[in-house]
């Protein structure tokens, strides 16, 4: 349904989705149309007379044309249909029909030939995301009761099934409103479907080069060359239209020629060559393409549509696509030994798993790994990250047993808020350390599919913070903390011992600790230049022994005398006895080195990283701790605000976007009801154009007021003397009044407003804004020069937890502020974070509210006041991770 004239009107564009199976294959969801009479006539004649009596209670052989059309004619509201496809035939149906304004009767068939993949399961899904947001509040269905397989459909979603049997037929009930269960539940299988087609690109058993070349200079060359030599434990095949064979190997035509299934199929030919080996793969049932061909949207234009083409062919024929301009995968799992890669050597295994999106930064990834003597279990490289993606790879890392912590090189993020999601899971087991140099537009690569952000990069680095996740700055940086944290026990604690045998070099670890945060325990422990390795064990010991240190930093510098090898004995050997980190810096030398590794008598490999200087050592030490503090501590419930009621809020934004759909910003009274709608409260402010107004309202409201300007001047300058306040009398508001109107004029046209004076508190500034790219933002700071002249804001990414709001409100430096600073009574810090809570969870659900600031916020003893407000709501791009299991 690709051509835009073919499509009825009113067709919901939105509610097309590419999934991914329980198998790992992918499946097109779209809603139906008419021009779909002849698909489901061939669906129906394909299906087992079982199948039919199941969905029909009746041995319906054939649907007669008046069926066929009733069923492909739907009006997207009260009559929906789902199907999806595999290479354009429909392999599943799904559609419910509103039989009251808040329920449906709900059905689905599903292909003989592909049952047991969980399509009923992603069809009940995301039927029930359109029908919450039409109205619909239930879903009811009538199935036989041999039908197990579609009982458990609906009773395995989350949601509470009530059945009753009469008449021979099963007839269920629940409600389709999202719940924790449900949520668990899509996310869970979610995570399978995702691991599961990881895994086929990285245990294959059958491998195909498409492009392998005689020419030994040739990516396919090189790529099938790295295949055979790492001695992959799977069948290779090498396809060639021009040669009998290469390196050994018959050569194939085509894929669809091999005998063999073929589950990788490595695409190493000219760019305008690809589409038709993508459709010669399709033919043979290939699982997964990785292609390493360039010249797709990185070239430009033409290759921008080639790669979107290359991506709609894959996804239609049910692939997955590593690529295009990839550097390739490796797998150092000793079942498969697979170096599909450029790559010329296998990396040495380890417990590392690698990701990079591009080839140039893939070679050096692999290379800086190399020379520390790393070993790696998994590396991928996405290019130009058209489908596969990081996160597809965290999901595998989250169940592989043969990795112990993730390093990601992004250049850029495609759907943020599933990144921050899965890595949350993953940092909760295992450390995940990423590289990015910025979240900028500036900063994409071209060729990567991503939207524009407008978000400040304090806010980037906050949704990492939130999710666990350690940042580094530089691939020299990231194998730092890789180095301590796969080969050392994570830290208890902030507490280091530093045992060396160096003054100046025991001062500069120190001072290092000090500068990240670190306790340094007892101050540095200095030995003699030439202490010997003995000396440096009993030392070692000390400090290992110590019940108030966490960690042991060693810093040795090499003398005329002491031999480094007693020195770095001693270190492996006393690291070997406990379960404290220790770090080494051995001035000049980096990474995993031999004289510093050893077995238990248990078995256990114990490896002491060294560090060139111990800033470095330092600086990983600290992210470590800090990664060990977060994995450590009660990570909170989600926030549920009582008294929201989504339904008002949601017809006014309607009513307003439909008015202008452009959108546009609201009125006082449209700010009210809609923070009403989510429990919160705007104080009472009257409008008044003239003194005489401005009398009447005070003395409605009571003195003592406040009287501010509300012109855009003022809106965007708070700084500029546009309120008055603690006005107690007629006198002093019309003094008031005219002074404003007066000193104002000459800049902008003024209207203003009354209000009643708040309680003496902090001003605060609560606001969330709508990212293109990464949804929500909420922000929180102090009102006045913290925010304005300072940039003192914390921001977080919805949804938060209880403790993300708390964190919130404490990352500001001008948060003492709030607590009671200088004899202050402390605010009431349970209202503030329940305001900053209905703000994340309004900002979570309406994505048309592009800004909302709350300006003032007085936090005081006795609670909060919201004194004023603005919201603008905009037509807002469709987000990426939106509650139903999507490939974007």
């Excluded at 995301?129 to 036989?144: D, K, N, P, Q, Y």
């Excluded at 209905?838 to 509210?849: C, F, I, Q, T």
Aim: charged share 20%; aromatic share 6%; proline share 6%.
């Amino acid at each position: 349904m690709s051509e835009a004239s073919a499509l009825p009107a009113g067709y919901p564009v939105l509610w097309e989705a590419d999934v991914v199976l329980r198998d790992g294959s992918v499946a097109h969801l779209r809603p139906i149309t008419p021009s779909d009479v002849d698909a489901v006539h061939r669906f129906h004649a394909g299906q087992s007379a079982e199948s039919i009596y199941m969905r029909f209670f009746a041995p319906l052989r054939q649907l007669s044309d008046r069926d066929v059309t009733r069923f492909t004619n739907v009006d997207y509201h009260d009559r929906v249909a789902l199907v999806a496809t595999v290479r354009g035939e429909i392999i599943g149906i799904g559609r419910y029909d509103r039989i009251t304004p808040k329920s449906a009767e709900v059905a689905f068939n599903i292909s003989d030939s592909y049952q047991g993949r969980g399509i009923g399961s992603v069809l009940l899904e995301h039927l029930a995301v359109i029908a919450w947001e039409s109205g619909i509040e239930e879903f009811t269905a009538e199935v036989l009761p041999q039908n197990r397989k579609m009982i458990s459909v609906f009773s395995d979603a989350g949601y509470e099934v009530s059945r009753r049997f009469e008449d021979g037929v099963v007839s269920l009930t629940f409600q389709i409103k999202p719940t924790e269960r449900s949520e668990a539940v899509r996310l869970s299988r979610e995570h399978r479907a995702e691991s599961v087609s990881m895994h086929s690109v990285l245990f294959p058993d059958s491998i195909a080069v498409v492009g392998a070349s005689r020419r030994p200079e040739s990516i396919g060359h090189h790529i099938l060359s790295n295949i055979l030599a790492a001695d992959f434990n799977g069948a290779v095949h090498a396809v060639n239209r021009e040669a009998m064979e290469v390196l050994g190997l018959p050569a194939h035509a085509r894929v669809s020629e091999i005998p063999d299934d073929v589950d990788l199929a490595v695409v190493a030919v000219p760019a305008e060559e690809v589409l038709d080996v993508v459709a010669d793969c399709a033919e043979a049932g290939v699982r997964t393409l990785l292609v390493v061909s360039a010249g797709f949207a990185e070239s430009g234009p033409d290759g921008e549509e080639l790669q979107s083409r290359l991506l709609t062919a894959a996804r239609e024929s049910g692939m997955r696509v590593l690529g295009p301009n990839s550097f390739g995968v490796i797998n150092n799992d000793p079942a498969v030994r697979l170096n599909a890669s450029l790559a010329p050597e296998l990396p040495p295994p380890g417990r590392l798993g690698l990701f990079a999106q591009s080839g140039a930064l893939g070679i050096a990834v692999l290379a800086s790994a190399a020379r520390r003597g790393l070993g790696i279990s998994v590396f991928a490289s996405a290019g130009n990250r058209v489908d596969v993606s990081g996160n597809d790879f965290m999901q595998y890392w989250i169940d592989d047993d043969s990795t112990d912590a993730v390093g990601l090189y992004l250049e850029s993020m495609g759907n943020p808020r599933k990144f921050s999601r899965i890595a949350r899971r993953l940092a909760s087991t295992k450390p995940v350390i990423v590289v990015k140099s910025g979240v900028s537009s500036y900063g994409v690569p071209p060729g990567h599919r991503a939207r524009q952000t407008r978000i400040r990069p304090e806010a980037f680095d906050a949704m990492l913070r939130q999710a666990g996740v350690i940042r580094v700055e530089n691939v020299h940086q990231m194998f730092d903390v890789a180095q301590l944290v796969v080969h050392q026990p994570l830290p208890q604690g902030n507490r280091v011992a530093i045992v060396g045998n160096s003054d100046a070099l025991g001062a500069l670890s120190a001072e290092a600790c000090v500068s990240w945060g670190l306790l340094v325990a007892h101050g540095p422990v200095s030995l003699p230049s030439d202490a010997s390795g003995e000396k440096f064990a009993q030392a070692l010991a000390d400090a290992f022994a110590d019940p108030e240190v966490d960690s042991v930093l060693t810093c040795f510098i090499p003398p005329l005398v002491t031999l480094d090898e007693d020195v770095a004995t001693a270190v492996r050997d006393a690291a070997m006895k406990h379960e404290k980190p220790c770090l080494a810096t051995f001035l000049g030398m980096r990474g995993v080195l031999e004289r510093l590794s050893g077995t238990t008598d248990e078995g256990r490999t114990t490896v002491v990283p060294a560090y060139a200087m111990p800033e470095d050592a330092v600086r990983a030490l600290a992210a470590a701790t800090r990664y060990a503090e977060w994995r450590a501590r009660d990570r909170g419930i989600p926030v549920r605000p009582v008294r929201i009621d989504r339904e008002p809020a949601e017809a006014l934004v309607e009513r307003v976007l439909e008015e202008s759909p452009e959108g546009r910003r609201l009125t006082l009274q449209e700010v009210t009801e809609l923070l009403a709608a989510y429990g919160i409260e705007v104080w009472g402010s009257v409008p008044a154009r003239t003194v005489d107004e401005a009398v009447t309202a005070a003395e409605a409201i009571g003195y003592p007021v406040v009287i501010k300007s509300v012109a855009p001047l003022m809106r965007h300058s708070p700084g500029l003397s546009g309120i008055r306040v603690d006005l107690r009398s007629e006198a002093q508001l019309r003094e008031a009044f005219e002074g404003l109107n007066e000193r104002l004029a000459p800049m902008s046209a003024n209207t203003f407003v009354i209000q009643r004076m708040a309680t003496p508190g902090v001003s605060c500034v609560v606001r969330s804004d709508e990212d293109p790219l990464f949804g929500p933002v909420v922000s929180f700071s102090i009102a006045g020069p913290p925010t304005e002249l300072l940039g003192d804001i914390g921001h977080r990414i919805p949804p938060l937890t209880d403790v993300d709001v708390s964190d919130l409100i404490s990352s500001v430096k001008a948060s003492p502020m709030l607590h009671g600073h200088r004899g202050a009574a402390p605010v009431h810090r349970a209202a503030l974070a329940d305001l900053i809570a209905r703000v994340s969870v309004l900002a979570d659900n309406l994505p048309e509210v592009g800004s909302l600031v709350l300006n003032p916020v007085n936090a005081h003893v006795g609670g909060v006041d919201v004194l004023g407000a603005e919201v603008t709501l905009s037509p807002t791009p469709r987000r990426k991770d939106q509650g139903r299991r999507s490939l974007t």
